[in-house]
């Protein structure tokens, strides 16, 4: 699969697919998924992440010009900026269909996902102001005295470094878009908290829960979960860090040393010899926990690939026909979301959470 054929199924299929049905016109809001039998969405709730994620989806797709992308992007800005926003700076978690919250949880996760959503689909002097201000409420409600960012305020465990990874992502989508450098400055403050307190140097392995010190958890035998399509996700990501503080004084060295380590640990036991997929949950020490294999990490290697060929064994076009396996043919622009041993699993609904995947693999391929 080229990257031109996966942009034309991004842009002919899916993204029209899910303006079309995808969309709650009506609500003004997004749907949580689509049933590839009668694209119909069985959700009795709305969720911080999907509003942000397809926000940053539909404002890709109006950049290329496809119908009504710009009135959804418009849409999410407004839910974002109406239902979601509340009195004290921070967002809601959850949402009844009627759009009003039912859980007010601050979900760092999630507000990572909103700040995204600004840098990508409201660059303007507005989106500007409304992303500080997430930046502010961040600073204000999340820092851990242990190091890092709590997970939610209230607070949650286990840490994960799963909302960190995605603030570094959004941390640097807003440094693109509106060029201040105090994106930056919070981008090196991650970088070297992966470098020193998340990345297991030793095993050459990412854990992906932690306890209030920030230390792995472990069982037993004292091995720890990791899970092969966040390394690909943070080998993107640091590989971005690098190109965007390139006039900054920064570990360069030991960055490069990790993205070695993640690729190198994610080639070698994240990748099904079956089936050629990356595998969901490993042990550090490569033996299996969860079978079988999601869209979303197909979608991180194929980002890896394109930005480290030397360091993925799959260039991007076999990483991009692997992830091409995922799309369904009975109902263009919806995909299988498991993959199994004997083949996909085709009775799920495709959940629009992983559109932002796609679109971000599909749009690196571009750039």
Same mark, same amino acid.
């Given at each position: 699969m080229t990257a031109e054929s996966a942009t034309d199924w991004l842009t002919r299929s899916a993204w029209p697919l899910w303006l079309a049905h995808?969309?709650?016109w009506e609500a003004g809001a997004f749907r949580e998924h689509l049933a590839p039998d009668g694209l119909t969405c069985s959700a009795r709730f709305r969720r911080l &992440?999907?509003?942000?994620?397809?926000?940053?989806?539909?404002a890709h797709a109006a950049r290329a010009g496809v119908p009504l992308a710009a009135d959804a992007t418009a849409l999410g800005l407004d839910f974002l900026r109406r239902h979601a926003r509340q009195p004290d700076g921070g967002y809601a978690w959850r949402f009844g269909l009627d759009n009003a919250p039912i859980d007010q949880t601050r979900d760092l996760y999630d507000h990572a996902f909103v700040l995204l959503a600004y840098a990508t689909a409201a660059p303007d002097a507005r989106g500007a102001a409304d992303a500080r201000a997430v930046l502010a409420y961040i600073e204000a409600h999340f820092p851990h005295d242990q190091g890092g960012f709590h997970e939610a305020v209230p607070p949650a465990l286990p840490r994960r470094q799963n909302p960190h990874m995605h603030l570094l992502e959004a941390l640097l989508a807003a440094h693109a878009a509106f060029g201040d450098p105090v994106y930056l400055d919070h981008a090196d403050g991650l970088v070297?908290?992966?470098?020193? &307190?998340?990345?297991?140097?030793?095993a050459g392995v990412l854990p992906e829960f932690f306890d209030a010190a920030l230390l792995p958890e472990r069982d037993p035998e004292a091995r720890f979960l990791f899970e092969p399509g966040h390394h690909y996700e943070w080998a993107w990501l640091l590989d971005w860090y690098l190109r965007a503080a390139v006039d900054r004084e920064v570990r360069d060295i030991d960055i490069e040393g990790a993205i070695r380590l993640l690729l190198r640990h994610a080639e070698r036991w994240g990748i099904d010899p079956a089936t050629g997929l990356v595998r969901d949950v490993l042990m550090d020490d490569g033996s299996v926990v969860q079978g079988g294999s999601r869209l979303w990490p197909q979608t991180e290697r194929v980002k890896a690939a394109i930005r480290r060929p030397r360091l993925v064994r799959a260039d991007a076009r076999a990483c991009l026909g692997l992830m091409r396996r995922y799309f369904r043919e009975d109902v263009p622009g919806l995909w299988y979301e498991h993959w199994r041993a004997d083949g996909p699993v085709s009775g799920e609904p495709?959940?629009?959470?992983?559109?932002?995947?796609?679109?971000?693999?599909?749009?690196?391929?571009?750039?």
């Open positions: 995808g969309v709650d &992440r999907v509003a942000a994620r397809q926000t940053y989806v539909f070297d908290l992966f470098l020193d &307190r998340l990345l297991n140097h030793e495709s959940p629009a959470s992983s559109l932002y995947h796609l679109t971000c693999a599909i749009m690196e391929g571009e750039g």
